[in-house]
Structure formats: structure tokens, C-alpha cells
């Protein structure tokens, strides 16, 4: 049974960063495309970041120049670098894995294995 989990969640000041991590209990990691999407309190989710299996990256508008994903497929890990966070970037955090190429990283459907979350607060 596939498990994603994930780590570095906090409380942060806005300006500041965190990392978060994600660690993925799959047989052949590389195969995998991965992402983060978030969820603030009474509003959507949202698609935040990915990377493909070709370590091609994608990001929402709202957090480019300022997120950066990655992967290490050695350690069956994913990483969310998070600088010049925003009071807006309050959310849980959630990784996601995708075990077959559906063609659209930005959409939710994409994704088999969800993570349970991470809280990421940003005070202004």
C-alpha cells in the first residue's frame, strides 16, 4: 500500500521560509510524478507545485519566483523550498503523488495518493 507523508510544517513570519518535505513508500520513486496543493480555511483547494518524472517543474502563479520544488529520487523524497512567504500562504499543505502520466500536473484528478497534511501558518 502506497504512503505519502509529509513534514516541515509551522508557523513562520511573513518574509520568512520553511521547507517541506514529503516521503513517498513506492516501489520504483522515479516513475512518479509528484505535487503540493493546499487548503486554507474555507476556500478551495488549490494546485501549488509539481514535478514530473523528468524532473520538469510547474508552479502556480501565486507562488512562483518565491517556491521551488525538487526531488530525490535516491531517498524517495520531494521537497517544497518556501521563501518570501505571505500571510496568504496559511494552509495545509498536502503532497501528492501520480502513478501514470494523465497530461495535466496542475489538476487534482491527476493524483492517486494523497498525504494527510501539513499546517503551514504565515503571521503578519
Known amino acids: 500500500q502506497v504512503q505519502v507523508v509529509e513534514s516541515g510544517g509551522g508557523t513562520v513570519q511573513a518574509g520568512g521560509s520553511l521547507r517541506l518535505s514529503c516521503a513517498g513508500s513506492?516501489?520504483?520513486?522515479?516513475?512518479?510524478?509528484m505535487g503540493w496543493f493546499r487548503q486554507a480555511p474555507g476556500k478551495e483547494r488549490e494546485f501549488v507545485a509539481a514535478i514530473d518524472f523528468t524532473h520538469t517543474t510547474y508552479y502556480a502563479d501565486s507562488v512562483k519566483g518565491r517556491f521551488t520544488v525538487s526531488r530525490d529520487n535516491a531517498k524517495k523524497a520531494m521537497y517544497l523550498q518556501m521563501n518570501s512567504l505571505k500571510p496568504e500562504d496559511t494552509a495545509l499543505y498536502f503532497c501528492v503523488l501520480a502513478s501514470i502520466y494523465r497530461g495535466n500536473f496542475y489538476a487534482a484528478s491527476t493524483y492517486d495518493y494523497w498525504g494527510q497534511g501539513t499546517q503551514v501558518t504565515v503571521s503578519s
Open positions: 513506492v516501489r520504483v520513486f522515479d516513475r512518479y510524478g
